[in-house]
């Protein structure tokens, strides 16, 4: 039952990255295209809750997704199984939410 149910919330979160991916890989051109600098970026995303909400929610869904499959792979490669597996990527998923979450800070904030 486990199993069907991270399979189900890493497609789901697989759902939700595919636009935010597009839209970030879009905007990045338009703004190297347009001739925007790191800092002209910045000065634009500051303050946005747009922007905020756009990455935060990239974050979670990446967060999420990442932690799925990581685990497949520690379980597979590692053999690593029971408290100590999902203890392992419990962390790693937090572990992600925070950077991600400290990056769209640094960004908007």
């Not at 636009?19 to 190297?32: E, G, K």
């Not at 869904?61 to 029971?82: D, T």
């Amino acid at each position: 039952m486990l199993g069907a149910k991270l399979y189900l919330a890493q497609r789901l979160t697989a759902l939700l990255m595919a636009p935010f991916v597009v839209i970030h890989l879009a905007v990045m051109i338009y703004a190297v295209r347009g001739g925007l600098d790191a800092a002209e970026i910045l000065g634009r995303t500051q303050g946005s809750l747009w922007w905020g909400s756009f990455y935060g929610l990239f974050v979670v869904a990446v967060s999420i997704h990442a932690a799925i499959g990581l685990r497949v792979i520690v379980f597979e490669y590692l053999k690593l199984s029971g408290v100590a597996l999902e203890a392992l990527m419990w962390f790693v998923g937090v572990v992600l939410l925070l950077l991600g979450m400290r990056a769209v800070f640094a960004v908007v904030g």
